[in-house]
């Protein structure tokens, strides 16, 4: 399943995900480096060993601690709409394939990606984005399914659609 806002959709425009390819993937090795299942949360084993704070005491939290990451973007000079563009096919892409790996790491573990954008509070007109994912079991909590106008820029990918590698180019539409 892949929810798309409102918003996204103005910004990226229609079959935006079927359009990604494995070279809009960045983060390779964090990919490679799996998916460790740690008291009832999947968990990125590269962030993992990255991760320094607290073990929140709800896996969900574990999982949103732990997996959610800022888009790289230090070399993305776009701005606006086509910043978003960009940030959200890098972080959408980045996103399938780690939920790709999650079925040879922790298979029969359905996860969900939330790739957004959203304007810097202190740099209005500038854009950033984010991705991260959790247990699909807690979709419900995180109010998937539940969104409309106002939610921005904002993408759910499931591991149940990303079972096939990113082709290695757009041409391939899913």
């Not at 299942?37 to 968990?43: F, K, N």
């Not at 790491?105 to 573990?109: F, R, V």
């Given at each position: 399943?892949?929810?798309?806002s409102p918003e996204?959709r103005?910004?990226?425009g229609?079959g935006a995900?079927?359009k990604?390819?494995?070279s ?11 998916w460790v ?7 990125l ?7 320094f704070?607290?073990r ?7 999982e949103?601690?732990?997996n ?11 701005c606006?709409d086509?910043r978003?563009?960009l940030?959200?096919?890098?972080g959408m892409?980045?996103?399938w ?5 999650l079925g040879t ?5 359905p996860?969900?990606a ?11 007109g500038?854009?950033?984005g984010y991705v991260?994912f959790f247990s699909?079991e807690?979709a419900?909590a995180?109010?998937v399914g ?5 939610d921005?820029v904002?993408v759910?990918l499931t ?6 590698p ?6 391939r539409?899913?």
């Open positions: 399943m892949v929810l798309v996204a103005r910004v990226l229609d995900v079927a990604l390819c494995a809009d993937v960045y983060g390779r090795a964090v990919i490679e480096a799996g299942l740690d008291d009832g949360a999947a968990l084993v590269a962030y993992r060993r990255s991760y704070g607290r929140p005491a709800e896996a969900v939290d574990w949103l601690a732990v959610g990451r800022g888009i790289p973007d230090g070399d993305i000079t776009a606006g086509e978003i563009r940030l959200m096919r890098r892409a980045f996103a394939e780690a939920l790709h790996a790491s922790a298979p029969g573990h996860m969900i939330r790739v957004s954008a959203s304007e810097v509070l202190s740099e209005p500038a854009f950033t991260s699909a807690f419900d995180m109010g539940r969104g409309g106008e106002g921005g904002l759910y591991s149940e659609e990303c079972t096939q990113l082709p290695e180019d757009a041409a539409i899913r």
